[in-house]
């Protein structure tokens, strides 16, 4: 267990030096993982001090390097970070050698002072902070090192460096939030696109239906409000699809020969897998069940929310680089999976999704009634085009956005009246709180602490449904109050459809009976986290079939981290990812973003909201609801409210 040795992270000191190692604070009571990439952490430095694990650390020399990394990142836009970080490691650098005077330490603090109090962004603002502890709080460690004594140990270091933002590090996808939303602020928006596909091809879908983490993280929030990120992201899309960024972009195809790899589906984590595996030289083919690709986006989300031709368009990106996209191919039907092996395919990911509706456990939704619709299939049925017979009222079950997708959708459909019935409070739905309102404004009724019984039938077709009332009790493993039926509440609702949105399950039918990949309990696959390998070499997995029904960044997330792994295995036979994926993982078990340690924001100024239809006039169709930002001077000046909160940490194991 990695005891606390000396901890001023986030301004709480704890000073173990007196005590011996068993009386020492675990170091896992800071909320700090005590391992990185298999090894133990030994040190941390960065933007909210130091931690010490190991008092044999030579905590100078990793100061220097510390500030070498500092320099190296420092943007150069005022002259305190990026020069004083340079002085400050040459200084270090200096006492480390053993040619240090005391003036050198006096020096260290004037100019780590200087440094922190007159930079314009927080890295260099917050960089300083763990030498000015180090000169108060390890002197000795200074001192040893200006007499020549060998106070401390010269075992060599490795060190882990890592730049972030709280932003970007509550982004799955970890994109670099902070240089594009500089580059849209300077109305460089084909740089701000750039910046977003090195991670995604997706960008003006995110830019639509992706639920923002990051703007939970933004120090804007409980300052005044975040900043709309991914509106930022929508615009420098469509901007650059209004004039053309890709005519002139050089797309590299795989060379023959190349090294083949199959990719199981083709929502957003096969396409994102695929997308970055053709761009390093692999011939990748996709293979898909359905008519199209693009998986759930295409068959699962509404187009009032993601426009076909914005999908279609991001879609073409990928095929441009030499991806191959066969549809209506069953991978267990009409392709075996170990029939890939045969076909010459030397790698495989599956990213088959989630296409199946999850069970009520209600009376009377296995007696096949006309009317009963599945959420899942009412969706697929129309985004492909296909009729859904629904009558003049329909039920809706569930809480979740593909609820909200499903009732916002039977509205536009000519639906007389809506009903969402949801098993908890208002306060415990899961869906985006812009989804609620919107279906709130569409006239969309909503019966909360409800759940159904039973569905009613007369003739072989939906008549309506028995529900019972429910209080909230004690917090399940959700972290949400558990409902609990309230007895004698029973009620009926007539309707002339049901929709089930409750969740999805994987279809795993074309997994072979003798095959080696492991299942969860939750009935997806089972991988290792970090690079998302299956237990059978070779194949990998990400998206929902692993982590269940989620969201659309995550999926990208994973298949980013597998297309490196992927890479690294038909390289050297094994399958790893890099330090960056490596020291991105562990800052999200880490934590970046604390509203305690909120910077200094430079004005108050409101978030801009986006232009939104007229609930009337949305309702009318399926043209797109939400309009995002239309003109550059809006997008300027709410990139205008970035701060750069920048963050530099470095490991050292």
Known sequence: MAKVFFSSWNGKFIDGRKNILE?????????????????????????????????????????????????????????????????????LEKIVEGNGTEDDLSYLREIGKLVKESSLCELGMSAPLPLLQALDEFKEDFYALLSGANAVSD?????????????????????????????????????????????????????????????????????????????????????????????????????????????????????????????????????????VPGGMLTVGIPSYRLPRDILNAEIDLVKKLGVEIICNTRIGTDIILDQLWADGYRAIFIASGLHESAAMGCEGEDACYNGFIPGVDFLRKMNLGEKNELGDSVAVIGGGNVAMDCARSAVRLGVNEVNLIYRRSKKEMPANADEITAAEEEGIKFHFLSNPVCILEEGGSVSGMECIRMEL???????????????????????????????????????????????????????????????????????????????????????????????NYLRSGRSTVGNRLIMEKYLEEMGVYDEAMVPEMVGERKRLEEEVRPTEERIQGFDEADLGFEHPSAVISEAGRCVKCLRLGLAVL
């Open 473 to 567: 009790g004690e917090p399940d493993a959700s972290g949400r109050r558990r409902p609990v039926p309230m007895d004698g509440s029973e009620f009926i609702l007539r309707v002339d459809s049901v929709i089930p949105a409750i969740g999805q399950v994987a279809d795993l039918n074309f997994i072979p009976k003798n095959s080696k990949l492991k299942l969860t309990k939750r009935g997806t696959l089972e991988v290792d986290a970090e690079t998302m390998a299956t237990a059978v070499p070779g194949i990998f997995a990400g998206g929902d079939i692993v982590f269940g029904a989620r969201t659309v960044i995550e999926a990208i997330a994973s298949a980013n981290r597998a297309a490196e792994a992927i890479d």
């Open 23 to 91: 009386e020492r604070l675990d170091l896992q009571q800071l909320d700090i993982p005590s391992q990185l990439d298999g090894k133990e952490l030994r040190a941390f430095i960065g933007w909210a001090g130091l931690i010490i694990v190991d008092p044999e650390v030579n905590l100078v020399a990793a100061l220097k390097e510390y500030f070498r990394f500092v320099q190296k990142e420092s943007c150069g836009r005022c002259i305190p970070c990026r020069i004083g970080s340079k002085v400050i490691a040459d200084r």
């Open 155 to 291: 075992r060599e270091l490795v060190y882990h460096p890592i730049l972030t933002a709280p932003c970007r590090n509550g982004c799955p996808a970890h994109i670099d939030i902070p240089r594009y939303i500089e580059y849209i602020r300077e109305g460089s928006y084909e740089k701000a696109l750039a910046v977003n596909r090195e991670k995604t091809p997706l960008v003006g879908t995110l830019g639509r239906v992706c639920v923002h983490p990051c703007e939970s993280n933004c120090n804007r929030q409980p300052y005044d409000q975040a900043i709309s990120i991914r509106l930022l992201k929508r615009f420098a899309a469509d901007f650059g699809r209004k004039n053309d960024y890709d005519r002139q972009t050089n797309y590299s195809i795989a060379a023959k020969g190349a090294d083949r790899v199959a990719i199981i589906g083709a929502g957003p984590a096969g396409l994102n897998a695929a997308y970055q595996l053709a761009q390093k030289g692999y011939a990748v083919t996709i293979y898909e069940a359905l008519p």
